[in-house]
């Protein structure tokens, strides 16, 4: 067991190694970090909406920069994980010791959640220590959330693009299978899907149900309602939403809804790993 854990620890150390590296994670630090930065600089924490106004304003504001950015740039760095080792016979390499596929994946899997989600916690981290050397009320409860909610939705889409990864036999498939995904998510369910069935006279809690099966769109409305508890902003759906689940009860499914996708995907994309063709 613990020679498995070890194995792990040096999977995973040596994929923190190779994205530092390939120069992306700086790159996608300073997005982040930056997007903060800049929140700041346009005077964002001085304006109000729905009353709400400093830190609170800013972290409503990135919230749903996250929710365009954050899923691309965690696909678009996850789904050449096990395609590309494959391509440039590093995963021949891996096998050709002592290491279990188990360890090999779930290694891969652990360290680029580390990467991807670590310049997101310490940006919403030092948004508020920001925040109280100027003094402004720090919504620690609203932090916390924000934090949780950025993690599954992170979560959710690596678990996404290791199966990708795992399933496609050519980096060019698995780039353009992410960035499809990405777009379906983002536009097509939200936009076309629901107009289609609007046009067909679909029971209104069909549409909604449908709609929040769109991890994006449970993040979405999960961050909407910690700023606007009755969820006036997205119109009559709020009446369906908060008659059928509740504030806190939509709120852990905006949480755990994202987390459980993730698992389901990671465990699908090992198993399809596992018992596919390893070069």
Do not use: H
């Not at 580390?114 to 109280?132: E, H, Q, R, S, Y």
């Not at 679909?202 to 769109?217: A, D, H, R, V, Y």
């Not at 369906?240 to 806190?248: A, E, K, R, Y």
């Amino acid at each position: 067991m613990k020679e498995s854990f070890d194995i792990f620890l040096a999977v995973a150390q040596a994929e923190i190694k190779e994205s530092i590296r390939a120069r992306w994670f700086f790159l996608y630090s300073f997005i982040f970090g930056g997007a903060v930065v800049l929140l700041f600089a346009l005077g964002i924490t001085e304006s109000q909406v729905l009353g709400f106004t400093g830190l609170s304003k800013l972290l409503v504001t990135y919230l749903q920069l996250c929710i365009a950015i954050l899923p691309i740039f965690v696909l678009i760095t996850t789904v050449r994980a096990v395609v590309g080792d494959r391509e440039s016979n590093v995963l021949e390499y891996f096998l050709s010791m002592p290491i279990s596929l188990g360890a090999y994946f779930w290694g891969k899997l652990a360290a680029k959640f580390l990467i991807v989600f670590l310049p997101v916690l310490v940006t919403l981290l030092g948004a508020a220590g920001w925040g109280m050397i100027r003094s402004f009320e720090i919504p620690w409860r609203l932090v916390g959330y924000y934090i949780l909610l950025l993690g599954t939705l992170a979560w959710c889409f690596l678990g996404i693009g290791m199966f990708i990864s795992s399933w496609v036999r050519k980096q060019e498939w698995a780039l353009g299978l992410a960035f499809l995904t990405w777009l379906v998510l983002l536009i097509f369910i939200d936009i076309i899907m629901i107009g289609v069935m609007l046009q067909n006279q679909f029971e209104e809690k069909l549409i909604i149900g449908i709609s929040l099966l769109n991890p994006l769109q449970a993040f979405r409305t999960g961050a909407i309602l910690l700023f606007d508890p009755e969820l006036s902003s997205i119109g009559p759906a709020s009446y369906v939403i908060l008659d059928s689940l509740g504030s806190q009860g939509f709120l852990a499914f905006s949480i755990f809804y994202p987390l459980a996708l993730g698992w389901i995907f990671s465990w699908g994309g090992y198993i399809v790993f596992k018992r596919g063709d390893l070069v």
